[in-house]
């Protein structure tokens, strides 16, 4: 057999026996207050949708005092929703007050539409009477960050957190005008990727095998030139159903704010969304 299958198989080994000594290792932690630490490591999978999109892009000339305003789902026919994703989501207490937490998702929503008339975005871009238009707007995510557990019983959680937000968030929209055999294309395109600092707050209260909590982030982001802030309250419960399973449902309200000026130009992308997130949701 290769030597390098034979080292892939010994590592395989390795991590199961780790994974299969983990929940014995959490359970045997020792108690704090009279209290023992029921959750040493916690992972939520399930899915995620953003509904009710509204996205807007402003860009003025300052210099010539004129600009315009584009709705991207009205005037662009861009989707409301993502559609269902895949969310994970999770945590590893290292004591009772501190702990690592991390969220990773993956969204986009796309859009097709014919202009009825000429749209010139403050000189910047310019969408022209009878041009068909395609919008796309990705964002992927994954946060990483630290919490601390300033108030953690059988009953009562509360926690501040601090972390990077490693993301990539891009903006396209491409307008094709087809005059004879030429066809012209333009197009408004940014970008933005990280990591960037994020801030939190938690909390939670668990009567018997339920929980109720109410999370709150604010992350500063990045589009290109343009540079703000996202945030994020989510209100959810959870139900104990098993001895160290269960589920979880959240309710989310969101607001991103990006803003430019620049060389006589300022510009501002507006969005907000609710969403909601349905989960399994293991602990050891």
Same mark, same amino acid.
């Given at each position: 057999?290769?030597?390098?299958?034979?080292?892939?198989?010994?590592?395989?080994?390795?991590?199961?026996?780790?994974?299969?000594?983990?929940?014995?290792?959490?359970?045997?932690?020792?108690?704090?207050?009279?209290?023992?630490?029921?959750?040493?490591?916690?992972?939520? *999978?399930?899915?995620?949708?953003?509904?009710?999109?509204?996205?807007?892009?402003?860009?003025?000339?300052?210099?010539?005092?004129?600009?315009?305003?584009?709705?991207?789902?009205?005037? *662009?026919?861009?989707?409301?929703?993502?559609?269902?994703?895949?969310?994970?989501?999770?945590?590893?207490?290292?004591?009772?007050?501190?702990?690592?937490?991390?969220?990773?998702?993956?969204?986009?929503?796309?859009?097709?539409?014919?202009?009825?008339?000429?749209?010139?975005?403050?000189? $910047? $871009?310019?969408?022209?009477?009878?041009?068909?238009?395609?919008?796309?707007?990705?964002?992927?995510?994954?946060?990483?960050?630290?919490?601390?557990?300033?108030?953690?019983?059988?009953?009562?959680?509360?926690?501040?957190?601090?972390?990077?937000?490693?993301?990539?968030?891009?903006?396209?929209?491409?307008?094709?005008?087809?005059?004879?055999?030429?066809?012209?294309?333009?197009?408004?395109?940014?970008?933005?990727?990280?990591?960037?600092?994020?801030?939190?707050?938690?909390?939670?209260?668990?009567?018997?095998?339920?929980?109720?909590?109410?999370?709150?982030?604010?992350?500063?982001?990045?589009?290109?030139?343009?540079?703000?802030?996202?945030?994020?309250?989510?209100?959810?419960?959870?139900?104990?159903?098993?001895?160290?399973?269960?589920?979880? *449902?959240? $309710?989310?309200?969101?607001?991103?704010?990006?803003?430019?000026?620049?060389?006589?130009?300022?510009?501002?992308?507006?969005?907000?969304?609710?969403?909601?997130?349905?989960? *399994?949701?293991?602990?050891?």
């Amino acid at each position: 057999m290769d030597f390098g299958v034979k080292r892939t198989m010994a590592g395989a080994r390795i991590a199961l026996c780790g994974l299969c000594t983990l929940p014995s290792m959490a359970l045997a932690q020792p108690e704090y207050d009279g209290y023992a630490i029921p959750d040493r490591f916690s992972l939520g *999978l399930g899915v995620y949708e953003q509904t009710d999109h509204r996205t807007q892009i402003n860009l003025e000339d300052t210099e010539l005092g004129i600009g315009a305003n584009i709705d991207l789902e009205d005037d *662009l026919n861009v989707e409301e929703d993502t559609g269902r994703v895949f969310r994970l989501d999770g945590y590893y207490r290292f004591s009772r007050a501190h702990r690592i937490e991390w969220t990773w998702y993956s969204t986009q929503r796309s859009g097709r539409a014919e202009i009825l008339e000429t749209v010139d975005i403050g000189g $910047v $871009v310019e969408v022209r009477f009878g041009a068909r238009v395609e919008s796309l707007i990705e964002y992927g995510v994954f946060k990483l960050g630290y919490a601390w557990s300033f108030i953690n019983t059988e009953s009562w959680e509360a926690n501040l957190g601090i972390g990077a937000n490693f993301y990539r968030d891009r903006v396209q929209v491409t307008a094709r005008t087809f005059s004879g055999l030429d066809t012209e294309v333009r197009r408004f395109e940014e970008e933005g990727d990280g990591p960037l600092p994020a801030a939190s707050f938690g909390l939670r209260y668990m009567p018997g095998r339920w929980a109720l909590y109410w999370d709150y982030d604010v992350v500063s982001t990045e589009l290109g030139e343009f540079s703000g802030r996202l945030r994020e309250s989510t209100i959810g419960v959870e139900h104990n159903t098993w001895e160290h399973a269960g589920f979880g *449902l959240g $309710v989310i309200n969101s607001a991103d704010f990006v803003e430019t000026e620049d060389n006589g130009t300022e510009g501002e992308f507006d969005s907000e969304y609710r969403g909601w997130r349905l989960y *399994l949701k293991t602990w050891f």
